[in-house]
T-cell receptor
Framework: DGGITQSPKYLFRKEGQNVTLSCEQN?????MYWYRQDPGQGLRLIYY???????QKGDIAEGYSVSREKKESFPLTVTSAQKNPTAFYLC????????????FGEGSRLTVL | SQKIEQNSEALNIQEGKTATLTCNYT??????LQWYRQDPGRGPVFLLL?????KEKRKERLKVTFDTTLKQSLFHITASQPADSATYLC?????????FGSGTRLLVRP
C-alpha cells in the first residue's frame, strides 16, 4: 500500500540532545513537508521541500534541520537549539507544491525529559 | 497577519442530526480551502477541497461551502454517526503553503 511512514512513533530525549525523525513515502510525490502540532493549536510548518536536494524554511524553522537526498525521504532533525521541542510532529507529502491534498503520516510524538 | 479561526469549543450533537462547523479566515484571499479529519494521536486525513470559484462541494454525507465575501467556509455532515466523532481542521491555502486552523472537535452521541 502506498503511503507515508514516520518513525519512531514515540521518542524521548534528554535536554541538549539532537534527535532525528524519519519520514519515508512511496507515493512518488515531489513535495514533502514537516509540521509541528501543539495541544489546541493548528499545524505549523517547519520545513518543506519541492524537489530532491532543495528545501525551504517554513514559519518555525529555528532549531530544526532537514535534508532531501532522495525523493522518498525527508528526515527532520530536532537540534538542541530548539527551545521547546516537546510536540507532535507530522510529515506530509503532495504530488507537487500547492497542488491539492496533503497525505500525512501517523506522526511522531517527541518528549523532552 | 493571516489568521484562521475555528470554534475551539467542542460541538456535541445527537446521532442523525446535521453537524455544521465554521472556518473563518482573515487578511488574505485563498485560491482554495481544504478540510481534514484528525483522530486523537493520528495524522490528519484529507476530506474535501473547494476552490474559490466553487460555492459548494459535496461528497457523500459531507458538504462544504466557500464564501469569499464573508471569508468563511462551512462544513456540514448530514445524518451524523458516532464514527464521525473527531477533530476537523480547515486549511485555506496561502501562496506556497496551507495554513491550518486549530480544529473543532465534533462529538456525536448515540
Amino acid at each position: 500500500d502506498g503511503g507515508i511512514t514516520q518513525s519512531p512513533k514515540y521518542l524521548f530525549r534528554k535536554e541538549g540532545q539532537n534527535v532525528t525523525l524519519s519520514c519515508e513515502q512511496n507515493l512518488n510525490h515531489d513535495a514533502m513537508y514537516w509540521y509541528r502540532q501543539d495541544p489546541g493549536q493548528g499545524l505549523r510548518l517547519i520545513y518543506y521541500s519541492q524537489i530532491v536536494n532543495d528545501f525551504q524554511k517554513g514559519d518555525i524553522a529555528e532549531g530544526y534541520s532537514v535534508s532531501r537526498e532522495k525523493k522518498e525521504s525527508f528526515p527532520l532533525t530536532v537540534t538542541s537549539a530548539q527551545k521547546n521541542p516537546t510536540a507532535f510532529y507530522l510529515c506530509a507529502s503532495s504530488i507537487a507544491r500547492n497542488t491539492g491534498e496533503l497525505f500525512f503520516g501517523e506522526g511522531s510524538r517527541l518528549t523532552v525529559l | 497577519s493571516q489568521k484562521i479561526e475555528q470554534n475551539s469549543e467542542a460541538l456535541n450533537i445527537q446521532e442523525g442530526k446535521t453537524a455544521t462547523l465554521t472556518c473563518n479566515y482573515t487578511n488574505y484571499s485563498p485560491a482554495y480551502l481544504q478540510w481534514y479529519r484528525q483522530d486523537p494521536g493520528r495524522g490528519p486525513v484529507f476530506l474535501l477541497l473547494i476552490r474559490e470559484n466553487e460555492k459548494e462541494k459535496r461528497k457523500e454525507r459531507l458538504k462544504v461551502t466557500f464564501d469569499t465575501t464573508l471569508k468563511q467556509s462551512l462544513f456540514h455532515i448530514t445524518a451524523s454517526q458516532p464514527a464521525d466523532s473527531a477533530t476537523y481542521l480547515c486549511a485555506p491555502d496561502s501562496s506556497y503553503k496551507l495554513i491550518f486552523g486549530s480544529g473543532t472537535r465534533l462529538l456525536v452521541r448515540p
